[in-house]
C-alpha cells in the first residue's frame, strides 16, 4: 500500500488543521492507520491509530485535542488537530500496517507533513 500525506502548514497556537491520508494500492479496509510526528532533534513518536475495526488509540499528550478517523470509501484517514500548541510542531508521517496497532513498528510509510504551531 502506499500513502500520500497532506495538509499540513502554519498555524497560530489555539488553531486547528485537519492532516489526509490518502491509501492506494492496497484494500483500505485490511490495514490498521496510524500517525506518527518527528520534531527536530526527536525521535519519532506515536500520535494516533485507528484499527480496521474502527478502534482509536491515542497518546497522552494528544488525547482530548486530535482525532483520529477513517473513510473507507475514499481509503483516507484524517487526524483533525485541535488546540494547537507549538510543542506539536513537527513532521507528521502517517502508517500503515495489516496487523499491528498503536505504538508498534508499522510496515508502510508516507511522506511526511511539515505542522509549525507559532505561539
Known amino acids: 500500500v502506499q500513502l500520500q500525506a497532506s495538509g499540513g502548514g502554519l498555524v497560530q497556537a489555539g488553531g486547528s488543521l485537519r492532516l489526509s491520508c490518502a491509501a492506494s494500492?492496497?484494500?483500505?479496509?485490511?490495514?490498521?492507520m496510524a500517525w506518527f510526528r518527528q520534531a527536530p532533534e526527536k525521535e519519532r513518536e506515536f500520535v494516533a491509530a485507528?484499527?480496521?475495526?474502527?478502534?482509536?488509540y491515542y497518546a497522552d499528550s494528544v488525547k482530548g485535542r486530535f482525532t483520529i478517523s477513517g473513510d473507507k470509501t475514499k481509503n483516507t484517514v484524517y487526524l483533525q488537530m485541535n488546540s494547537l500548541k507549538p510543542e506539536d510542531t513537527a513532521v507528521y508521517y502517517c502508517?500503515?500496517?495489516?496487523?499491528?496497532?498503536?505504538?508498534?513498528?508499522?510496515?508502510?510509510w508516507g511522506q511526511g507533513t511539515q505542522v509549525t504551531v507559532s505561539s
Open positions: 494500492g492496497g484494500m483500505f479496509s485490511s490495514y490498521n
Open positions: 502508517a500503515a500496517d495489516r496487523w499491528n496497532f498503536g505504538p508498534k513498528n508499522y510496515d508502510h
Open positions: 485507528v484499527s480496521r475495526g474502527g478502534s482509536t
